[in-house]
C-alpha cells in the first residue's frame, strides 16, 4: 500500500493551491483520510483537516473557511483545497489515510511523503 501526495509549491499571499493524495495497492478499505502539516519551527505535525469514509469532515480551526477537504472514495484519494494562503500556512504537508488491507488484520495508518507549501509575503 502506498500514499503518494502532490501538489504543493510556492505561492504568495493570497493565493490558492489544491493537495492530491492517492491510496493504492491491495486495499479492502479506506476509513478516515487527512492531512497533518508541520512547520519548520515546529517540532509535532498539527491535524488539518480530516474526512471519513461516510462524508464527514473537519477541519482545524486555523484554516476553517480558507481550507476544504473532500474525497473520492472510488479512486481512494483526498483532496485539500487551500484558498487565502497565509504566511503561517507554510509547512510541510502530510497525507493519511487508515487503511484496511486486503488479508489484513487490523487497519493502520499509512503515511505519504510529505509536499513543501511555501506562501510568500
Known amino acids: 500500500v502506498q500514499l503518494q501526495a502532490s501538489g504543493g509549491g510556492l505561492v504568495q499571499v493570497g493565493g490558492s493551491l489544491r493537495l492530491s493524495c492517492a491510496a493504492s495497492g491491495d486495499i479492502f478499505k479506506v476509513y478516515s483520510m487527512g492531512w497533518y502539516r508541520q512547520a519548520p519551527e515546529k517540532n509535532q505535525r498539527e491535524l488539518v483537516a480530516?474526512?471519513?469514509?461516510?462524508?464527514?469532515?473537519n477541519h482545524a480551526d486555523s484554516v476553517k473557511g480558507r481550507f476544504t477537504i473532500s474525497r473520492d472514495n472510488a479512486r481512494n484519494t483526498v483532496y485539500l483545497q487551500m484558498n487565502n494562503l497565509k504566511p503561517e500556512d507554510t509547512a510541510v504537508y502530510y497525507c493519511?489515510?487508515?487503511?484496511?488491507?486486503?488479508?489484513?488484520?487490523?487497519?493502520?495508518?499509512?503515511w505519504g511523503q510529505g509536499t513543501q507549501v511555501t506562501v510568500s509575503s
Open positions: 493519511y489515510a487508515n487503511i484496511f488491507e486486503r488479508g489484513g488484520a487490523r487497519p493502520f495508518n499509512k
Open positions: 480530516r474526512a471519513g469514509a461516510d462524508g464527514d469532515t
